[in-house]
């Protein structure tokens, strides 16, 4: 009664009348299938005079004096216009739509029509992916989703990348997003050999779409683990049409793009000559060496997959395998992947019984370059040959050159001296091999005596398993000592295999009904997930099997049990609310504080199919949305930290007792009530399409509060058996907004020209550290270190990680002076209290476009990002910037960053903010030229493509790269520009 007597309120409120009135029409809408359409809008063309069905799908419209035709749209349908003629009773049929506010989007435990999604969700299909040469799934939609920061970690083809959803939401708990693959929910982390690059086991030519859930509506049915957003991945399934074999392979070249810039040969000798020192000037050498490029390589690289797909019988199928094989830039690095992914999908009992079985594996090899190379390179004499035949110079070490002092009859390495870096790179075998194999068994059941109601079962299965081996000429200088004739050198070792296992089991019901004007969408479920990560013991061993150090084994294992429930309610197909709650349970915690409660409610209301907004023709789509939610985290704190742990003593450090060692067992900090941290997070929205949509995208403004950090922080004096404990404390404050648009600008026969934009804006602020309540204001060090000195800070009212540094003082002249910094506290004196808080490495805003322009069979691409406000620390300069590090070893001068030339430093200015630069930048990630072929000598269709990665990056930031993890550039890793030609076989 209550819905009806709402439906009798809008009808009169969105209904005007004229006083004209000459007659009344009446008539039905229904669907293709005869199903009465509720709420459907039914508006006299050019004005505002309507009515909407009723629960019959009927209607009774008033017309004025001259109308002629009227216009019935529904969302979902194709909008029809209906000239009127002396008839007073008109039937339409609607017809349905494939449009964007139709389409299927995944969302956590279940799918959703992208026009009834309530929370801020953004999903990236395989049309939209970057191309190229990808070698991560997280990389096929970097600068493609608002609020989204995607970083590779390095230029290694090894190196994993820092995902940050608005930012992340924890300190010293993790900021990863959930990974939900196929509905397994992976772990964070990595494994033995492969500890940075986890991700990348995925093949991502296999992803058909992957899915952005952002606010805490959406996310909230993941709980404990949704702080920090969630990334649900869906891989491609098999179609139910004719039999597909797909192939495409690339081939890429990648080159060096930017190096540390340091002193030429000249300027170096220019300089060494000045400083006056005998020493010094005779170590200069008659070479011309550059080591960077001893050192780099151009680097080939290929991805190649093969697809099969169609049906087997009734069954679809499809099976793919791929292999990629891409060399670093830096000479040995190496990464290797072979997968295989099979999806199985039949559909038994009329449809009734659906079954999804999938099966992912993939062998990864790696070869890592030792990346310290890079820092020796840029500090190493140019004047002096890679190798040598001259034992006083290192000859003896395989013939490199090496800083060695006479020691007797032989020459050995002398401690501080860097080593040759061709010599480290050439004498290193570090190398790594990792199975994965990823399972999921789906089965989807809807009840033959109630079709409305779906139980749904999920079993999923991750295995995990890496091992790796280091060696190292005996011969290199880098471990080479002698003591009275005994040798000790290089390495001879094997680590792992390191298993981990995921196991998943979940359980849901979910019951769709569309009753009248009202549609129901509810979902209740449990899940199990257990996880186990074991490593047997291990020795590190010099080349002469003398044992270094001692591994001991592992077993981490942790429990996560989980209820949850979802309530969709949408009346007349406008209205509508979400409701969400999860109950989650873990052993990471004790059993006072084990469960937590994480709720969630969103409202939506889609005004474009209100009569007064429906009969503006240019409106396609305009939904408010508002929502409320908490998450929870728990990853990144171990899995026993709330428990007393003891760790045992080593050889040598024990306790004498009656003349005899005894071992000792030291307690390890900890803190028995540890808890959830929680968010607490507002989001308010508005979906807006214009234009049949061809113009649409989305605005969101969101808050989140972060309570009960996991934090690590300085401890009371003798409250706890360390200086700092994890515990929880304290609270982090954020807000922000984020714009998306998408616009089809031109669309005919012959053109094609789309192009997305998206910007995100943050701030976030730690409001509180302290373990004792209204205490102090607390302040602890945090972040990269360069020789002990920490550059950042966590302080209670400063946004996290801010730089904290020393104000430097200039002459006249501007040029900086040395040792002197701003008396900040006015006391006269210069010392630790007077560092101080100064910008932060996070970007105030984030920008990406991307546009495509096609015309006939030819098609012209890019991709763009930006950062504003961002701020590195320039740690290469700093730390390689002063006259007094031209050498750390009597046997060799060292090569000096060219700052050196503007500050001409003596030592080293470790705290000082001239080092800390403005790193906003523009770049182009990636441009490309494609053009379809079609069909082939009546073979196969054919798609061609080239493409530049990397392509330029447009910045004031005078290091090697203005994106580096942290905000701190020491020795970075170079990301490598990418040459690549693509092609692409359809049979």
């Not at 790696?366 to 002096?384: C, D, E, L, Q």
């Not at 002698?482 to 390191?498: I, L």
């Not at 929880?728 to 026969?749: F, R």
Request: hydrophobic content about 35%; glycine content about 10%; overall charge negative.
């Amino acid at each position: 009664m209550v819905a009806r007597l709402l439906l009798l309120f809008i009808a009169i409120m969105c209904t005007t009348e004229t006083m004209a009135q000459t007659r009344t029409i009446t008539g039905r809408v229904q669907s293709q299938d005869g199903e009465p359409i509720v709420g459907a809008n039914i508006i006299v063309s050019g004005t505002t005079n309507g009515t909407i069905t009723d629960f019959d799908g009927n209607y009774k419209l008033q017309l004025s004096d001259g109308a002629t035709k009227i216009i019935v749209k529904f969302i979902g349908f194709t909008t029809q216009e209906i000239e009127l003629g002396a008839g007073n009773k008109y039937d339409v049929v609607l017809i349905d739509e494939a449009t964007e506010l139709g389409d299927v989007v995944v969302v956590g435990y279940g799918t959703s029509k992208k026009g009834d999604l309530t929370g801020s969700v953004a999903n990236v299909t395989a049309d939209d992916f970057n191309k190229g040469l990808v070698s991560s799934p997280e990389q096929l939609i970097n600068g493609k989703v608002a609020g989204v920061q995607i970083m590779s970690n390095s230029g290694s083809p090894s190196a994993g990348s820092s995902i940050k959803i608005r930012g992340g939401a924890s300190l010293s708990a993790s900021n990863d997003p959930l990974i939900v693959l196929d509905g397994v929910p992976l772990e964070n982390g990595g494994i033995s050999g492969n500890s940075s690059n986890f991700l990348a086991l995925i093949n991502p030519a296999d992803i058909e779409s992957m899915t952005v859930l952002k606010d805490a509506s959406s996310t909230a049915i993941y709980g404990s683990r949704a702080s920090n957003g969630v990334i649900l991945i869906t891989t491609k399934k098999g179609a139910k049409d004719k039999l597909n074999v797909s192939l495409t392979t690339t081939h890429s070249l990648q080159v060096k793009d930017k190096v540390a810039d340091f002193l030429s040969r000249d300027e170096f000798i220019d300089v060494v000559r000045k400083t006056g020192n005998d020493t010094y000037i005779n170590l200069i050498g008659d070479a011309d060496t550059d080591w960077n490029d001893e050192i780099f390589r151009v680097a080939y690289g290929t991805d190649n997959n093969l697809s099969i797909g169609g049906r087997a019988g009734n069954v679809p199928i499809r099976l793919s395998i791929g292999y990629y094989n891409q060399n670093g830039i830096l000479d040995t690095d190496n990464a290797q992947r072979i997968s295989g992914n099979l999806n199985v999908t039949p559909s038994l009992l009329e449809d009734h019984l659906k079954l999804t079985f999938g099966v992912k594996a993939t062998l990864n090899k790696n070869r890592f370059a030792p990346t310290g190379a890079i820092y020796y390179a840029s500090r190493y004499n140019p004047t002096i040959s890679v190798k040598t035949t001259d034992v006083s110079k290192g000859a003896y070490y395989n013939g490199y050159t090496e800083g060695v002092i006479s020691a007797g009859d032989k020459y050995l390495p002398e401690n501080g001296a860097l080593f040759n870096p061709v010599g480290v790179i050439d004498q290193t075998e570090d190398e790594s091999t990792i199975k994965r194999v990823i399972g999921n068994l789906d089965a989807e059941y809807k009840l033959h005596i109630l079709p409305e109601l779906k139980a749904h079962v999920t079993f999923g299965y991750d295995f995990a398993e890496g091992k790796g081996s280091v060696k190292v000429d005996p011969l290199a200088a880098q471990y080479y000592t002698e003591s009275d004739g005994v040798v000790s050198s290089g390495r001879d070792y094997e680590y792992g295999p390191q298993k981990l296992t995921n196991e998943l089991f979940t359980a849901y019901l979910n019951y769709n009904k569309t009753l009248g004007a009202n549609h129901i969408d509810a979902t209740a479920g449990y899940d199990y997930q257990y996880w186990k990560s074991t490593s047997p013991y291990y020795e590190t061993k010099t080349a002469q099997g003398d044992i270094i150090s001692k591994i001991s084994r592992t077993d981490q294992r942790h429990v996560l049990m989980s209820y949850y429930g979802r309530l969709n309610y949408t009346l007349l197909d406008r209205y509508m609310v979400t409701a969400t709650i999860r109950r989650d349970g873990t052993s990471r915690f004790s059993e006072d504080q084990r469960w937590g409660t994480f709720p969630s409610v969103a409202l939506a209301w889609r005004l474009s199919e209100e009569s007064f907004l429906s009969s503006v023709d240019a409106i396609s789509n305009f939904k408010l949305r508002a929502s409320y939610g908490v998450t929870g985290q728990q990853e990144g704190i171990g899995n026993y930290a709330y428990q007393a742990m003891y760790t045992p003593s080593q050889a040598g450090a024990g306790y004498m007792f009656g003349g005899k060692e005894v071992g000792t067992l030291r307690p390890e900090a900890y803190v028995a009530n540890l808890k959830w941290e929680t968010t607490k997070a507002w989001n308010l929205g508005v979906d807006f399409g214009f234009i049949n949509n061809r113009l649409n995208g989305s605005f969101d403004f969101y808050t989140r509060k972060t309570e009960d950090l996991l934090a690590t922080v300085p401890s009371a004096a003798g409250t706890n058996f360390d200086k700092q404990i994890l515990t929880n404390v304290g609270n982090v404050d954020s807000y922000g907004w984020e714009l998306n648009i998408n616009g089809a600008i031109i669309q005919n026969d012959d053109w094609q020209w789309d192009a997305t934009f998206n910007m995100s804006y943050q701030s976030q602020e730690v409001k509180n550290l302290s373990i004792v309540e209204n205490g102090k204001i607390t302040s602890t060090s945090v972040g990269p270190t360069i020789d002990s000195y920490y550059f950042q800070r966590l302080t209670e009212g400063k946004a996290p990680y801010m730089f904290y540094l020393y104000h430097q003082l200039y002459d006249d002249e501007g040029t900086p002076i040395e040792g002197c910094y701003a008396d900040i506290t006015g006391d006269g004196q210069v010392n630790s209290d007077d560092l101080y808080h100064i910008h932060k490495p996070a970007p105030d805003f984030i920008l990406g476009f991307s546009t495509s322009v096609t015309y006939k069979k030819i098609t012209l691409a890019t991709s763009l990002r930006a950062n504003v406000g961002n701020y590195v620390y320039n740690g290469t300069q700093m730390n390689s910037g002063a006259l007094g590090t031209i050498t750390w070893a009597s046997s060799q001068i060292l090569n000096l960053s060219k700052s050196y030339l503007d500050t001409h430093f003596q030592d080293r200015q470790q705290l000082s903010d001239y080092y800390l630069e403005n790193a906003s930048f523009l770049k182009m990630d990636n441009i490309s030229l494609s053009y379809n072929f079609g069909k082939v000598a009546n073979l196969f269709n054919l798609n061609a493509s080239f493409m530049v990665q990397n392509v330029f990056t447009i910045t004031n930031y005078t290091g090697v790269d203005p994106e580096v993890p942290n905000g701190m550039d020491n020795t970075f890793y170079p990301r490598p520009r990418t040459y690549s030609l693509s092609l692409g076989f359809d049979f």
